[in-house]
């Protein structure tokens, strides 16, 4: 089978721009994570698979500080990331792209004024045609150039999805952290999400971290599959060795899949 | 409900203590230069705007009501000659600051804080956060200050209108010329009537925003804890609205103000 997208091979003296060592994060007596590591190179896509309520959304959201660990080391792009004060971090955050398992678009705005939002902070860089034009690439790359006056609540689960990811995308992070970028959404249309992702990965070497459940993902997204298990990392491998892999926990994730 | 709930002393000292933080990240953060201007702007007309027509009709009502119901009794004094300067003061000093302030409890807090905490729950506020926006900046400090001039301005128009409404009651009864009933009452009104009242009003504007954000920002999970936190900031206001009520006129009264 001609396959359309694969994979970009990461370029070779490989740069790490992400790191976590020994990742703890307690919810009282709720140990969701419990000494994860994971390194994440430029210009590579990592998949983050795992049962429901494993603690997926929570790791993403450590490295972006929404949720702060109880223990462990946090490094992006070379910046301790649990030592960083307000300004530094939102400074790295307009860096690391973060699309929502819930979507999370501001309802009381419309569709062109959410992916506006992002670009506030750099109002003064960016004049108003260029943020204009950038809106509409973005509305262009996930197809849905017509929803512009439109308000979320207008918009089908779907639709909301590919909008979040164009308002992730539109300042062009270096890195982006997917939460279940394709759950929920029809095959069709989660193959071209995948393909985003992919020409993303190609255009501008974005490093990226998905969580997902999707053997479209796995198969032509990832370069590499971490495998989160009662709180840490249970294997790690490429798409091919987990399909090989006679581990049985592994396994039951292929069949469902 | 499973588990024993928390008994009301400690939910007290929880919600105080959260407040007193929470007004104090406000102080942190109000003065900072990266002011968010459009957002301000939009909510002050927004919240304008909608407590508006309410506090208008309730002004017009109060001081139509006051003016015809006391008429009798200061008759029986012989004192009806100060039946403006009476309503002009009640109205002024004590009744429209903290009707509207209540009005905008109602209204204002509760909107807000169901508002932001919609926007928790749904993980808006987190998405505000990871693209670089500080949500409290952006979303709690503009509308504290929205609150803190808009309710003393709807103070203020509500005042007029009270007084005007106090002129219809008394034409009721037999006509009096606007220019005379205006002067009545304007001679009656000191100083020290009008400002004590706005300095009352800049707190009861505070209390409602802030209160209102507080709330939104601290909503528990779930569309359940929106509706509670909408509840809740509506009794937490209206009871601080009536603390500094009375802390007021214990300050004015040692000010030699009364
Ligand atoms: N804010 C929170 N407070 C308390 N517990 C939480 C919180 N967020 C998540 N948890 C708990 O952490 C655990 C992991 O949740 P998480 O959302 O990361 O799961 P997940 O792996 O993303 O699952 P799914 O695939 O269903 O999205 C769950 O047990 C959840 O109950
Ligand atoms: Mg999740």
Redesign the pocket.
């Known amino acids: 089978m001609a396959s359309p997208a694969t994979p970009a091979t990461a370029p070779q003296p490989r740069e790490k721009v992400l790191s976590l060592r020994g990742l703890e994060l307690a919810?009282g007596d709720?140990r969701?994570l419990r000494g994860f590591d994971l390194d994440l190179y430029r210009g590579e896509n990592v998949m983050v698979l795992?049962k429901?309520?494993?603690?997926?959304?929570?790791?993403i959201k450590c490295i972006v500080r929404l949720l702060m660990p109880t223990g462990g080391s946090i490094e992006v792009l070379g910046q301790d990331v649990l030592a960083l004060g307000q300004e530094e971090l939102d400074h790295l955050r307009v860096k690391v792209g973060f699309l929502f398992?819930s979507s999370a678009l501001y309802d009381s705005m419309t569709v062109e004024e959410n992916l506006r939002f992002p670009l506030r902070r750099h109002w003064l860089a960016t004049s108003a045609g260029e943020a204009d034009g950038l809106v509409e690439e973005m509305l262009g790359a996930v197809g849905l150039a017509h929803t512009r006056k439109l308000y979320p609540s207008e918009l089908s689960g779907g639709m909301k999805r590919r909008i979040a990811l164009a308002r992730t995308l539109i300042l062009k992070p270096e890195i982006v952290l997917y939460d279940?970028p394709t759950t929920g959404l029809d095959p069709i249309t989660g193959k071209e999400i995948v393909e985003l992702i992919l020409k993303l990965q190609r255009t501008y070497g974005t490093s990226s971290i998905i969580i997902s459940h999707d053997l479209h993902v796995a198969r032509l997204a990832a370069n590499r599959i971490a495998l989160l298990h009662e709180g840490r990392k249970y294997a790690e491998g490429t798409y091919d060795e987990f399909r090989a892999s006679q581990d049985p926990l592994i396994q039951k994730f292929f069949i469902f899949m | 409900m499973k588990g024993s709930s928390p008994r009301p002393f400690q939910v007290f000292l929880t919600e105080a203590g959260g407040f007193s933080l929470f007004v104090s990240r406000f102080f942190g953060n109000a003065f900072h230069r990266r002011f968010e201007w459009r957002e301000f702007i939009r909510q002050s007309v927004q919240n304008g705007n909608g407590s508006l027509p309410l506090v208008a009709v309730t002004a017009f009502i109060m001081g139509l009501v006051l003016t015809v119901q006391s008429r009798p009794t200061l008759a029986r004094f012989g004192a009806e000659s100060m039946l403006p300067a009476m309503v002009a003061i009640s109205m002024v000093r004590e009744i429209v600051p903290v009707i509207t302030a209540l009005i905008c409890a109602g209204k204002i807090a509760s909107g807000m804080s169901a508002e932001l905490g919609s926007m928790k729950v749904t993980e808006q506020i987190d998405a505000m956060e990871v693209s670089g926006t500080n949500p409290f900046r952006y979303l709690a400090v503009t509308r504290i200050w929205s609150t803190t001039l808009m309710v003393p301005l709807l103070v203020i128009l509500a005042d007029g209108i009270a007084i005007w409404a106090s002129w219809v009651g008394m034409n009721m009864k037999e006509p009096v010329s606007w220019q005379l009933f205006q002067r009545q009452v304007f001679d009656s009104l000191a100083l020290g009537d009008v400002l004590p009242a706005l300095i009352k009003s800049i707190f009861f504007g505070f209390v409602v925003g802030a209160m209102g954000c507080f709330k939104g920002f601290t909503t528990a999970k779930g569309t359940e804890g929106v509706g509670r936190s909408a509840h809740n900031a509506v009794v937490y206001s209206s009871l601080l609205i009536f603390i500094i009520d009375l802390l007021a006129v214990q300050i004015t009264d040692l000010m030699g103000l009364n």
Not at chain 1, 52 to 59: E, F, W, Y
């Open positions: 919810f709720n969701v795992g429901s309520g494993s603690g997926k959304s929570v790791l398992q279940e």
